[in-house]
């Protein structure tokens, strides 16, 4: 098992264990070996330490993991509690915890959710820091990746291992599992307009998340690819949640000449579509088709009409996040990116019988 | 601070420090300050003592406050996740662990969310006893409460400061807080016998938990006052999900002379109940007059008809639960225990116009 070496953080400016030795009052040797992990150190002792190293801009050189391995068998998952959507609840991570927590607990380790509210603080990643300062895990699921995502690079720097749901530019090369939002958007559009339609209006999130560009794109490109105009008024942003999905079906629907068809980039903003539709006496379906998005709930085959939509298998997507950090505690993984089809289901709600 | 002292664990047999130090060949000295949570003590050492003394049966004597008072500065949330249940989301839970947060930040505490999936291993207890053997938490949430219940009599006996989210007869002296599920059954069924209904259904769950119980009893109550029989073919027992709904309500349904009034637990059920409706070409409000019970999400209100159900303000609930265990933690509360009454917001699903 390699050691790990510390090096300064690059924007925390240089310092040394000299430094931090002199700060704390105590030997070279004890903050050495409370750096390294070592048993023979006072707990108390390690916890200023390690403190003290964060505060100077002191990380582990890569070995994280090593440092690491074994320290506590639990992997977190950080945990944003987006507002507008948390009384809706998210089916998605509940199901994926579930595939996560089963192949964890096979093998000794636990998942730990950690709820994390990045906007109640002047630092973002203020609960992160707590996270890895205090070594509360092992290795971290890191869901909502933004485009650019500081809490990415943070992980990188210090070291500790992690997978990223969803791509990011930030991070360097680590392991990440993306759901193919571009193809599932292209092809919701293809099929809409191989079924006749050519107004076809799209509701995505407000938010910046990198799910919402490849959404967008892909419906951008089936446009383009049967020679429609891309038209800014047929695109509605909001909150992904049935009154999320009121607020953009009221204002699509009043685009005149009137869309025929709407997608929505979750089948969460469908109920609030079909309300709006029941509203202004259009049948669903017949009227306006509507195709769901990702994912496919419980709920949505209870819909009337029943809702076609993108299904998910988020058990197994919880169950390989899993796995790659377990591969990667083994030394095994290399950094690799995968990038998951979604498949439609189709139902009624797009559907001119 | 009073320091903990230790008492053999009553169904574990008798054993004692001397035998703890003999068996991992230690001093007694050793052993006591590991127990005692002394800093001068080899965190490896203080590991092998706590899971020896674990497994002898050795748990500390009432004092798991003291003992643990800021060690990890987490509050833990042990959450089952149930099956059938998952893959349709938690929005009660979702916007708890938000207000919990909240408190818990503002006091330096963090929330850890603790997945556990009781049925797949021998022990129901197994990921229970990681979290308090490794003390991975200085408190624990601990929702879902049975009539008769294993986990909270545990955390009584190691003396760990917890919250319970429903009443049981486990667990001694606690604090807890409950939603008053029994008024409301109560209440929904005397609005249904005040507007005319003489033949009122109810969806409950087909589970062990508290809740199910209290809103039935709610539910004959009514039913008793108005002098009406209480006739086992107009309950239905469930999942509490949409497909849940739809089971119960074409079984329901079925039932001759029909009942003119359906109340179900939870509002997840509505959209399964509105289905079978819609499938028999009954007119929910007009026809079947529809309650949707404990809670309120925002989807209800998009429903076509928007759905009467019941309203909780679960970020408050998330609140209160983490001030209970702060104030636990500064030795200032009772084991009291609060019940929260549930008020019904009306809309058009039980209306007759």
Chains 1, 2 share one sequence.
Not at 51 to 58: K, N, V
Not at 117 to 144: C, E, H, K, N
């Amino acid at each position: 098992m390699k050691k790990p070496s510390l090096i300064p953080h690059a924007q925390a400016g240089a310092s040394g264990i000299r430094d931090l030795a002199a700060r704390l009052g105590i030997s070279i040797g004890t903050v050495s070996r409370a750096l390294n992990d070592k048993p023979d150190v006072n707990p108390e002792t390690r916890k200023r330490v390690i403190a003290a190293a964060s505060e100077l801009g002191y990380v582990p050189q890569q070995s994280g993991r090593s440092l690491r391995k074994g320290a506590t068998h639990n992997i977190g998952l950080l945990w944003e509690i987006p507002e507008g959507r948390a009384a809706y609840g998210e089916p998605f991570f509940l199901s994926l915890f579930g595939g996560t927590q089963q192949v964890l607990s096979a093998r000794g380790y636990d998942l730990v959710i950690m709820p994390d509210q990045p906007g109640a603080t002047a630092d973002p990643l203020a609960r992160l820091r707590r996270i890895i300062q205090q070594r509360q895990v092992d290795a971290l699921i890191l869901p909502w990746t933004r485009t650019m995502d500081p809490r990415l690079d943070y992980l990188a720097e210090v070291g500790i291992p992690f997978v990223a749901l969803g791509r990011s530019r930030s991070g360097g090369p680590h392991p990440w599992i993306d759901l193919d939002f571009e193809q599932a958007g292209e092809f919701a559009t293809a099929r809409f307009i191989a079924a006749g339609h050519r107004r076809i209006a799209i509701a995505i999130p407000a938010d910046s998340l990198m799910q919402k560009r490849f959404f967008l794109a892909g419906y951008r490109r089936a446009l383009k690819a049967a020679g429609l105009p891309f038209e800014r008024a047929l695109v509605a942003e909001g909150h992904v949640t049935p009154a999320g999905g009121y607020a953009a079906a009221t204002r699509l629907l009043d685009v005149i000449p009137r869309p025929t068809a709407m997608l929505a980039i979750d089948s969460s903003m469908a109920v609030g579509i079909y309300r709006r539709l029941a509203e202004l006496g259009l049948s669903c379906g017949q009227d306006v088709a509507v195709i769901g998005g990702v994912h496919d709930t419980p709920m949505t085959e209870f819909l009337v009409p029943a809702l076609t939509c993108f299904s998910l298998d988020t058990v197994a997507l919880g169950r390989r996040l899993a796995e790659i950090l377990l591969a990667r505690l083994d030394s095994k993984a290399n950094p690799a990116g995968e990038l998951w089809p979604i498949v439609l289901v189709e139902r009624q709600s797009d559907r001119i019988d």
